[in-house]
């Protein structure tokens, strides 16, 4: 049973380009979580989808930053202009359940660095 | 607010002795989960435990215990007789029940030299 997949792992972009970060949530999860690590910080929650639903994105920036989950395919999470302050460690994590108890299950992270 | 501190930025220890991370955190909520990961210079992020807020028995793993006092909100992590590849950032974290959001900690990056 595979874990969660995110891609790609390492990403460069120059500023003003889009950036795009996939995450496929382990088989039977439904439930995606997005959290950025800028450096030397810890984890900040960015946003929360089910399927074809954005729950709660209290925490993406209001500007260039958009996320999905569509009904068949990976979440993504789209940084449109990138700016070199959205270098930072993107991890993505899948619950299964409605609930949740916190049993996340985190991807390796995609790292971005902008030029 | 939900808050999470380790006022611990960095430890550096030499192999074999114990080590003890410190996380205090502030909820209003009265049902909780605490948790702690792992993050190794590879990167990733390594679940360790998760507490839940009723649950106030320390817990043992190896080498590895944690110390839950709702008293003085704090979950501490104590590594005994560390290794060399216990060298990591380890984050601190809490969910409030029917809360969507982990709220992590600063991280304390550790470092055991041999």
């Known amino acids: 049973n595979a874990g969660v997949m995110q891609n790609p792992r390492h990403l460069v972009r120059r500023r003003g380009q889009e950036a795009r970060l996939r995450c496929s949530p382990m088989k039977g999860h439904s439930h995606v979580y997005w959290y950025r690590q800028l450096p030397e910080e810890g984890l900040k929650f960015m946003v929360y989808l089910q399927k074809e639903n954005i729950i709660d994105e209290s925490g993406m920036p209001k500007e260039r930053f958009s996320a999905e989950f569509p009904k068949e395919g990976p979440s993504i999470l789209r940084i449109q202009q990138v700016v070199r302050g959205d270098s930072a460690a993107y991890f993505c994590?899948?619950?299964?359940?409605?609930?949740?108890?916190?049993?996340?299950?985190f991807g390796e992270g995609s790292r971005l660095t902008v030029l | 607010a939900q808050k999470v501190t380790q006022a611990q930025t960095e430890i550096s220890v030499v192999e074999k002795e114990d080590v003890t991370l410190d996380c205090v955190y502030e909820?209003?909520?009265?049902?909780?989960?605490l948790f702690w990961y792992k993050q190794p210079p590879s990167g990733e992020l390594v679940f360790l435990i998760r507490?839940?807020?009723?649950?106030?028995q320390n817990e043992i793993s190896g080498r590895y215990s944690w110390n839950f006092q709702k008293s003085t909100s704090s979950f501490n992590f104590t590594i005994t007789a560390s290794q060399v590849v216990d060298s990591a950032v380890y984050f601190c974290a809490l969910l409030p029940r029917g809360a969507q959001k982990l709220v992590f900690g600063q991280g304390t990056r550790l470092t055991i030299n041999p």
């Open positions: 507490r839940n807020s009723f649950d106030e």
């Open positions: 909820t209003r909520d009265t049902t909780y989960y």
């Open positions: 994590a899948s619950a299964a359940m409605t609930e949740n108890t916190g049993e996340l299950f």
